[in-house]
């Protein structure tokens, strides 16, 4: 034990003396999940907008006044014809277009209900959420001021609608994608070029050759990258709470067991990819692009998995990085339990295993 | 087992497929003798030593080192031994103090062992100016002679030796052997492998290995002697040229 801990010591001074490794350990994380933030910002500004009012009265004057009034949208555009809605969209003019219903006044005196459709342009998925949750808002507002003290509420409903895309399944939320791909670059990458660099300066062959087990050489320096990418992934989980207000709905608790777990999977692929490579450039180059790749391209983060060709979405499942960013999507944004998740947990675990038990044997054999 | 014989083996064969990278070969080693293994590149000489350290499994035969089966002992073989490779295998980003302390550390010496053995090494080398900065800011020679003598931090009983002296100028090789000859008048077995042909006048037996059978084994002497060779560049032409 005593020699694991010097062992352990020793991997702390090689990373700790890098400059190059200490950047992608902490200056990356941090440069990228502000890029990725400001980058896919939340904020919308002065978005322009088609109003489509069918029946002209009182209400939906304030109504459209009170949108126009706000810093967040401009109306570009007053239309007749419920035909004219794809042409604006068409041409690229609007994001939006707000739709009311015939006789609003009346229906929300008569019925305290009237219906108002806001339309969106879901090309960009974020922003039409943006624009349908802040309409939102300024409905709701228009709706206490109207209902104080009133007995029986008048309610406006807002249907949303998303034209082009209509069920958002694009919306990538960076934080998660983010996380999958610092972690994975973390954990495999740098433990693969630390175990070659070892190869490759000959010293792998003194240790193999002390009485020091060579499982205990693997696992000591997989031990400073696994503490490492924790505390890469409470980084990225603090500032996405703090710089995005990103709520994290989810257990904190489950949150950090899976990491853990995924980071275990990419060591274990990690390993595997320094079983194969002789110098630290080609560990880095299979890193790059057999790891990396596949994980900002293949794992939904950035382009959805549903809307690629079969032949893909089939070998889509063949990368940890997917399941582990539907688990912790799943986490994060939906706030769900286990009990959703435990399907590609299980998928996930199954696959470090499979990698670790792959990267033990190779590296058996290259010990033979 | 002959207690004068720390290394022995009999029979010993590698083979990669259909490849005989070792073939059957037969010697043994005595306690304090520098032994030197000869041998061109390809010729087998770096498989041989890796089985008698206990990171390659032989194929056929029988190896005794150290007193240790390298069959079935392969781990207790690697208490007794040191090694340095032809490489220069020191840490560059550690400093001279961690790389003896972390050696130590991994030939499971106490740190109270370990703390009195850097000291008694850093005067010996001279590098007591240098103990707290980096390896990489060393001179070759230097960290060279600071390998050996991590190699031998834990009194090996033998000390295996890959082409030590690779890329040294003549004024620390010489330095370096008489490092080695300290050791083996200390009573460590030095088992050696070079190609610099000089290097193996110094050596009290010489091995030459030609596609991977032990052609000749003697002291220099008595090679030049049987070979009718003025130098043992001339011995090892004539065997290789068959």
Same mark, same amino acid.
């Given at each position: 034990?005593?020699?694991?801990?010097?062992?352990?010591?020793? +991997?702390?001074?090689?990373?700790?003396?890098?400059?190059?490794?200490?950047?992608?350990?902490?200056?990356?994380?941090?440069?990228?999940?502000?890029?990725?933030?400001?980058?896919?910002?939340?904020?919308?500004?002065?978005?322009?907008?088609?109003?489509?009012?069918?029946?002209?009265?009182?209400?939906?004057?304030?109504?459209?006044?009170?949108?126009?009034?706000?810093?967040?949208?401009?109306?570009?555009?007053?239309?007749?014809?419920?035909?004219?809605?794809?042409?604006?969209? +068409?041409?690229?003019?609007?994001?939006?277009?707000?739709?009311?219903?015939?006789?609003?006044? *009346?229906?929300?005196?008569?019925?305290?209900?009237?219906?108002?459709?806001?339309?969106?342009?879901?090309?960009?998925?974020?922003?039409?959420?943006?624009?349908?949750?802040?309409?939102?808002?300024?409905?709701?507002?228009?709706?206490?001021?109207?209902?104080?003290?009133?007995?029986?509420?008048?309610?406006?409903?807002?249907?949303?609608?998303?034209?082009?895309?209509?069920?958002?399944?694009?919306?990538?939320?960076?934080?998660?994608?983010?996380?999958?791909?610092?972690?994975?670059?973390?954990?495999?990458?740098?433990?693969?070029?630390?175990?070659?660099?070892?190869?490759?300066?000959?010293?792998?062959?003194?240790?193999?050759?002390?009485?020091?087990?060579?499982?205990?050489?693997?696992?000591?320096?997989?031990?400073?990258?696994?503490?490492?990418?924790v505390i890469n992934a409470i980084v990225i989980v603090l500032l996405s709470i703090f710089i995005f207000h990103m709520p994290v709905q989810g257990s904190l608790?489950?949150?950090?067991?899976?990491?853990?777990?995924?980071?275990?999977?990419?060591?274990?692929?990690?390993?595997?990819?320094?079983?194969?490579? *002789?110098?630290?450039?080609?560990?880095?180059?299979?890193?790059?692009?057999?790891?990396?790749?596949?994980?900002?391209?293949?794992?939904?983060?950035?382009?959805?998995?549903?809307?690629?060709?079969?032949?893909?979405?089939?070998?889509?499942?063949?990368?940890?990085?997917?399941?582990?960013?539907?688990?912790?999507?799943?986490?994060?944004?939906?706030?769900?339990?286990?009990?959703?998740?435990?399907?590609?947990?299980?998928?996930?675990?199954?696959?470090?295993?499979?990698?670790?038990?792959?990267?033990?044997?190779?590296?058996?054999?290259?010990?033979? | 087992?002959?207690?004068?014989?720390?290394?022995?083996?009999?029979?010993?064969?590698?083979?990669?497929?259909?490849?005989?990278?070792?073939?059957?070969?037969?010697?043994?080693?005595? %306690?304090?003798?520098?032994?030197?293994?000869?041998?061109?590149?390809?010729?087998?000489?770096?498989?041989?030593?890796?089985?008698?350290? !206990?990171?390659?499994?032989? $194929?056929?035969?029988?190896?005794?080192?150290?007193?240790?089966?390298?069959?079935?002992?392969?781990?207790?073989?690697?208490?007794?031994?040191?090694?340095?490779?032809?490489?220069?295998?020191? #840490?560059?980003?550690?400093?001279?103090?961690?790389?003896?302390?972390?050696?130590? !550390?991994?030939?499971?010496?106490?740190?109270?062992?370990?703390?009195? %053995?850097?000291?008694?090494?850093?005067?010996?080398?001279?590098?007591?100016?240098?103990?707290?900065?980096?390896?990489?800011?060393?001179?070759?020679?230097?960290?060279?002679?600071?390998?050996?003598?991590v190699a031998l931090i834990h009194d090996p009983k033998i000390v295996f030796l890959d082409e030590p002296t690779g890329g040294v100028d003549p004024i620390t090789?010489?330095?370096?052997?008489?490092?080695? #000859?300290?050791?083996?008048?200390?009573?460590?077995?030095?088992?050696?492998?070079?190609? #610099?042909?000089?290097?193996?006048?110094?050596?009290?037996?010489?091995?030459?290995?030609?596609?991977?059978?032990?052609?000749?084994?003697?002291?220099?002497? %008595?090679?030049?002697?049987?070979?009718?060779?003025? $130098?043992?560049?001339?011995?090892?032409?004539?065997?290789?040229?068959?």
């Amino acid at each position: 034990m005593k020699r694991f801990i010097g062992f352990v010591k020793k +991997e702390f001074y090689h990373i700790f003396r890098d400059r190059r490794s200490l950047f992608i350990l902490f200056g990356m994380p941090i440069a990228q999940i502000l890029l990725f933030g400001f980058a896919i910002t939340n904020e919308i500004n002065n978005v322009d907008i088609a109003v489509l009012d069918h029946s002209k009265d009182a209400t939906t004057k304030e109504i459209i006044y009170k949108i126009s009034a706000s810093k967040y949208f401009s109306i570009k555009q007053m239309i007749t014809h419920e035909a004219d809605i794809a042409s604006v969209f +068409e041409k690229g003019q609007v994001k939006a277009v707000l739709n009311f219903e015939n006789d609003f006044s *009346k229906n929300l005196i008569n019925d305290h209900k009237a219906t108002i459709q806001i339309v969106t342009d879901a090309t960009d998925p974020n922003t039409a959420n943006t624009i349908s949750n802040y309409v939102n808002a300024i409905l709701q507002q228009y709706q206490l001021e109207l209902n104080k003290g009133t007995t029986t509420p008048y309610q406006i409903v807002s249907q949303t609608r998303m034209v082009y895309n209509p069920e958002l399944k694009s919306v990538y939320m960076f934080v998660p994608g983010v996380m999958t791909i610092i972690l994975m670059l973390v954990s495999a990458m740098m433990t693969s070029i630390s175990i070659t660099k070892e190869k490759e300066l000959g010293t792998m062959e003194i240790l193999l050759v002390s009485p020091i087990n060579p499982f205990q050489v693997i696992i000591g320096k997989v031990v400073p990258y696994i503490f490492l990418s924790v505390i890469n992934a409470i980084v990225i989980v603090l500032l996405s709470i703090f710089i995005f207000h990103m709520p994290v709905q989810g257990s904190l608790f489950l949150l950090g067991l899976e990491s853990v777990l995924f980071i275990v999977s990419a060591l274990a692929l990690g390993i595997l990819i320094s079983t194969i490579s *002789k110098t630290q450039q080609t560990a880095m180059m299979i890193s790059l692009m057999g790891l990396m790749l596949p994980v900002i391209l293949l794992s939904g983060f950035i382009f959805p998995i549903s809307s690629m060709p079969v032949p893909l979405q089939i070998i889509s499942n063949i990368i940890p990085a997917k399941w582990f960013i539907i688990i912790i999507k799943g986490i994060m944004l939906k706030g769900v339990g286990i009990q959703y998740i435990w399907k590609e947990t299980l998928i996930l675990l199954g696959m470090t295993v499979f990698f670790i038990a792959l990267s033990v044997k190779k590296y058996k054999i290259r010990l033979e | 087992m002959d207690n004068d014989k720390v290394i022995q083996v009999e029979g010993l064969t590698k083979m990669f497929g259909d490849f005989t990278a070792v073939d059957a070969i037969t010697f043994d080693v005595k %306690k304090g003798e520098i032994f030197g293994f000869l041998g061109a590149n390809g010729a087998g000489k770096t498989t041989a030593m890796k089985m008698l350290i !206990g990171i390659s499994i032989p $194929t056929a035969g029988t190896a005794n080192v150290a007193g240790f089966d390298v069959f079935k002992q392969a781990e207790d073989i690697k208490k007794n031994i040191g090694y340095m490779s032809q490489k220069f295998a020191l #840490y560059d980003d550690l400093t001279v103090k961690e790389n003896i302390t972390f050696f130590g !550390g991994i030939y499971g010496l106490s740190r109270n062992v370990i703390k009195e %053995k850097s000291d008694v090494l850093i005067t010996e080398l001279g590098l007591q100016k240098v103990a707290n900065q980096l390896v990489a800011s060393l001179p070759l020679g230097w960290k060279q002679k600071l390998s050996f003598s991590v190699a031998l931090i834990h009194d090996p009983k033998i000390v295996f030796l890959d082409e030590p002296t690779g890329g040294v100028d003549p004024i620390t090789r010489r330095q370096f052997w008489e490092m080695i #000859y300290k050791a083996a008048n200390e009573g460590t077995t030095v088992f050696v492998t070079t190609h #610099y042909m000089d290097e193996a006048e110094y050596c009290d037996r010489v091995s030459i290995m030609v596609n991977g059978k032990i052609e000749a084994l003697d002291t220099p002497k %008595k090679l030049k002697k049987q070979f009718n060779a003025a $130098t043992m560049n001339d011995v090892f032409l004539k065997l290789a040229r068959g």
